[in-house]
């Protein structure tokens, strides 16, 4: 490369990257340092530096025990928009339009992000496209969000049941409906 026609931003840049370069004066040293001892470099004129001081170890106090995880008990309350997208979406389900249907559960979801109900209607929404693998996840997810509900457990487990029977999923089908029985 040729630098003599080159501008003063080139000639920086390349005599910063010149400076960054490791040699004998390098300020890198390695943990530890050569034979297990830490000891800053040497200065560039020969001369050797003395050994800095150690600091005395700081005995620290024990930490505070990390506080266990939190499950979630109850549902989220849905809100009054999410409430009214919902019932938006289910006229447009009736109305066989499941497309539009899953655009407006997708706003009230993200009004209401963890409410079973949202994911169990969503579920409903993508089975009517006959996309059951998108349904069960959703049934799925509402499931998880449902907390000791056992009646919104109840009907996620029976719309669960009923996407893995549209599916052709009958054992899975029969899973479900045996754990909805048992709430």
């Known amino acids: 490369m040729r630098l003599q026609n080159a501008g003063p931003g080139l000639l920086f ?27 800053p470099p040497a200065a560039d004129s020969g001369e050797s530096a003395a050994p800095a001081p150690q600091p005395e170890p700081r005995v620290s106090e024990p930490a505070a025990p990390e506080p266990a995880p939190r499950y979630q008990d109850e549902s989220e309350a849905l809100s009054p928009a999410a ?28 009004i209401s992000p ?44 029976r719309l669960l049941a009923d996407i893995r029977r549209a599916s052709g999923n009958v054992a899975g089908a029969d899973q479900a409906e045996a754990r909805a029985s048992a709430l």
């Open 13 to 39: 840049v390349v005599t910063l990257l010149a400076g960054c370069a490791s040699g004998p004066g390098s300020i890198y040293v390695p943990a530890g340092g050569a034979g297990g001892q830490s000891r």
């Open 83 to 110: 409430r009214s997208l919902i019932r938006k979406a289910d006229a447009l389900l009736r109305a066989g339009d499941p497309q539009g249907a899953i655009s407006q559960l997708e706003r009230a979801q993200r």
């Open 114 to 157: 963890r409410s079973a109900e949202v994911y169990f209607h969503l579920a409903q929404a993508y089975a009517a496209m006959q996309r059951y693998g998108a349904g069960e996840q959703f049934a799925r997810k509402g499931l998880s969000l449902a907390g000791n509900d056992s009646g919104l457990q109840k009907q996620g487990w």
